[in-house]
């Protein structure tokens, strides 16, 4: 990480710096749409995400804060303790992230269920009037039109990737609007060893339900049978063919999301990562659920 970045959080107005109370910041690795930096000011910690809009992607930094506070209301998420242009403080949580092992433990994804219900039903109470739609469907036409106009090496699959799109979003059909997370990584949940966190909410908006069910499981390799048990712990009920099928054509949506994010990132973003290889395996891993799908 760059002195720049330690420049920027340590010149942020939060910090008491009239007391002459040190500021050391240590840069956190990880973040692939962020500057992340743990931040030690007295006998405090916090955690400082830097991060500029990034509108080929739909982040919008005023969504997210709205959505950070709303979590924290809801007692899922650390507080955001200050925000100003580009940057967020929140306090910092002393844990582990999680490994996709871990959330195929079945106790893990019981509390895991329950933060995902808190998100889903009282988040939305703790929200400003405005917020964003994260409808997966209309997030890969949008990423399919920006491939197109930066020349993606990727144009010539678009065309199929939008008849895919349009059989799986027919296929979901109706939907019971929900305010979800819509990045369930591993890395976004903390173990502080007596509860479960939530974090980072860039691409937090209101979709359906299934989208965060299906992005779960298909982030961290769920089996078939762990994943109907995920949907009968979600639904409180048996796992209807009806509902598995909508189910698995938002994990394909997800899939597919997930790899067209890369194909963007790759002509887009500034930052070191591969995502040239990010794209790879992701395409894979949809071309083979996809294909599951077909055969249902």
Excluded at 134 to 148: C, D, E, H
Excluded at 257 to 283: K, P
């Amino acid at each position: 990480m760059t002195d720049e970045g330690h420049k920027t959080v340590e010149a942020l107005t939060c910090w008491q710096k009239e007391s002459l109370t040190p500021i050391r910041s240590e840069a956190v690795e990880g973040g692939i749409t962020n500057r992340n930096f743990r931040v030690e000011h007295g006998k405090d910690l916090f955690f400082v995400r830097l991060g500029k809009d990034i509108p080929e992607h739909g982040v919008y930094r005023f969504n997210e804060l709205a959505a950070s506070r709303a979590a924290f209301s809801c007692g899922i998420s650390p507080e955001v303790v200050h925000a100003e242009s580009g940057a967020m403080v929140l306090r910092f949580i002393e844990g582990k992230t999680l490994e996709p092992e871990n959330l195929r433990d079945h106790s893990t994804i019981q509390k895991v269920v329950s933060l995902l219900k808190k998100c889903h039903l009282e988040m939305p109470q703790n929200l400003p009037g405005s917020t964003l739609i994260f409808w997966v469907f209309q997030v890969i036409r949008g990423y399919a039109k920006t491939l197109r106009e930066g020349k993606s090496r990727m144009i010539p699959e678009l065309s199929r990737f939008m008849e895919i799109n349009r059989q799986l979003e027919k296929t979901v059909g109706a939907v019971e609007m929900r305010f979800g997370h819509n990045d369930l990584l591993c890395g976004n949940f903390i173990d502080d060893g007596k509860r479960l966190w939530l974090i980072d909410w860039d691409y937090a908006g209101f979709n359906s339900p299934l989208f965060d069910l299906a992005n779960l499981a298909s982030n961290n390799e769920y089996s078939e049978d762990l994943e109907k048990q995920l949907l009968e712990m979600y639904f409180e009920k048996a796992v209807s063919a009806d509902l598995w099928k909508r189910y698995f054509a938002m994990k394909c949506a997800s899939l597919l999301r997930e790899a067209m994010w890369s194909m963007v990132s790759e002509i887009h973003s500034t930052l070191d990562f591969d995502y040239g290889q990010y794209t790879t395996e992701n395409l894979e891993r949809f071309e083979n659920t996809f294909v599951k799908f077909e055969n249902l």
